[in-house]
Each structure stands twice: as structure tokens, then as C-alpha cells.
């Protein structure tokens, strides 16, 4: 009996179809398309465009492009017919005025481009630049393809906006965790909200083993992960200190950081 179960098993592993790649890290999915609307000057009106959004039930977030302009991202959707079509019912409900579509970045691992964007009839805004671009001047030369490194220089363009998801949200509390979230949603990667999800995927990775992108994570134990940043090399990370303070870098070394270090995760 035990001789009939491996042969059986043994013929649907070869029965199988070979996909050619790994199979997608539990918890984690590639993004779809999004709508992407706004070309703001001041991160206010950003963050109360945001906000609308928000008390329409909608998992918003803004950040600052490389030409310095806010914008605001939402959505995750499969086809890009899905994407207009939602984005024409919130023009013609008067929520936005015009929109850009933003199609999935291409998988981990591959040269991300400028990205090719649907215009609403409507839209007006400049072409977004490309995400996660880092000055070359203080920044140490990688290659493109390294997503984690694009993941950190996006991180970075957040530094000094001031973060707030808004009172009752569909992301309320979640400052940290909802900002590493934007970041990555940004990479083309959708990961879980809270901190405490988020740590229990990914590949774990040592303390002096961390690299650009990897989610640096804080609490008094693994079962309590309560903060969680965005490693950027040479000990710093980017983080949402706490509600309606602005993104920040602080060091692994410090003292705070380093008594409540708990883990790092990686992802791409």
C-alpha cells in the first residue's frame, strides 16, 4: 500500500506543469493596475484628496514624484478595463476630476521602466516620472534591476512629508505599516497591512545581512511587532514615527531601536 501511494505521487509531480519560476511567496501578490490622480504642489492638498478617498471606503495613499509633485495612488485591480471603469464612475460622481491608469510593474527581478499611462478625457497632468530613481551623488551605484534598491530610494522620497491616513479610515492606525504598504504597492508588490502580517512573510534575514528594501521591524518580542521601517543602507531605515509626524530616517544604532529590534524581512 505504502509502494502504491509514492508511485502515485511520484506520477502527478511529473504530471505536473513546469511553470519555470517559484511559486509566489505566501502573503504576497503582485500588483494590478491602479488609478493614479493629482499633480500637487502641496502635500495638503494631496492628503485631503487622500482623505476623500479614504471616507469612501477606498485604501488611498499619497507620495511625492521625482519632479517633486504629490500624486495619489489607489487600486489593484486585474484588467485594466476594471481600472477605467472605476475611475470613470468617481469622475462622474465628481470625487476626481481626471486620472492616469499606472499598469503593473514588471516582476522582481526585471528592468523597471517609465511607466506607459492610461489618460482620462479629462486629464491635464504631466506625464508621472518613473518610481525609485536615486541620486547618483549620494547613492551607491546598483543595478535597475534591483528592486530593493528601487524600494529604498522610493522609501526616501517620502522623508519629510508629513503622513497622516486621516481619523476613521479604512487604514486608521496604521501609519507605519501603511506607509511601507504605499512603497511597495508603488514596487508593483502588495503586502499585508499591519506590521504584525507583514512580518510573518517574506524571507527572515540577519541583522547584518539587511539590504536596500528589506522591512526592518520593532516591538517587545516577534508575537508584538509594534513599528516597522524600510532599510536604506548604512544602518538607517524610513519610517512613520507615529500618527501625523512626518516620514523620517533614523538609525538601527539608536538606542530605542536597538533594544527593540526584533527581525528584518525581505521580499523581492
Not at 492638498?45 to 478617498?53: G, I, M, P, Q, V
Not at 509633485?69 to 469622475?91: H, M, N, P, W
Not at 516620472?129 to 543595478?143: D, I
Amino acid at each position: 500500500m505504502l509502494r502504491n501511494i509514492r508511485l502515485l505521487s511520484i506520477a502527478l509531480l511529473l504530471l505536473a506543469p513546469a511553470t519555470g519560476c517559484a511559486a509566489p511567496r505566501e502573503g504576497l501578490k503582485s500588483m494590478g493596475f491602479a488609478i493614479q490622480v493629482g499633480a500637487f504642489t502641496e502635500v495638503k492638498n494631496a492628503e485631503r484628496l487622500t482623505r476623500k478617498l479614504q471616507e469612501q471606503g477606498i485604501e488611498a495613499f499619497y507620495f511625492k514624484r521625482e519632479n517633486g509633485i504629490y500624486a495619489v495612488r489607489f487600486g489593484d485591480f486585474e484588467r485594466r478595463e476594471e481600472a477605467s471603469k472605476t475611475a470613470q464612475k468617481l469622475v462622474k460622481s465628481r470625487v476626481v476630476s481626471s486620472y492616469f491608469i499606472a499598469p503593473p510593474q514588471r516582476a522582481a527581478g526585471s528592468v523597471v521602466r517609465q511607466p506607459s499611462l492610461e489618460k482620462s478625457p479629462q486629464a491635464s497632468l504631466s506625464r508621472p516620472a518613473a518610481l525609485g530613481k536615486g541620486s547618483e551623488r549620494q547613492q551607491p551605484k546598483r543595478e535597475k534591476s534591483d528592486m530593493g534598491f528601487i524600494a529604498a530610494r522610493t522609501a526616501e522620497r517620502f522623508v519629510g512629508i508629513p503622513y497622516r491616513w486621516g481619523g476613521d479610515t479604512v487604514v486608521d492606525g496604521m501609519d507605519c505599516s501603511g506607509f511601507a504598504r504605499a512603497v511597495y504597492n508603488l514596487c508593483g508588490v502588495s503586502i499585508p497591512r499591519t506590521s504584525r502580517e507583514q512580518y510573518r512573510v517574506g524571507d527572515a534575514v540577519g541583522k547584518e545581512e539587511l539590504k536596500d528594501g528589506d522591512l526592518v521591524f520593532f516591538g517587545p518580542s516577534q508575537d508584538e511587532i509594534t513599528h516597522v521601517g524600510i532599510f536604506v543602507g548604512n544602518g538607517r531605515f524610513v519610517h512613520a514615527p507615529r500618527r501625523g509626524d512626518d516620514i523620517k530616517v533614523s538609525t538601527l544604532d539608536e538606542s530605542y531601536f536597538q533594544k527593540k529590534f526584533v527581525g528584518a524581512k525581505r521580499y523581492f
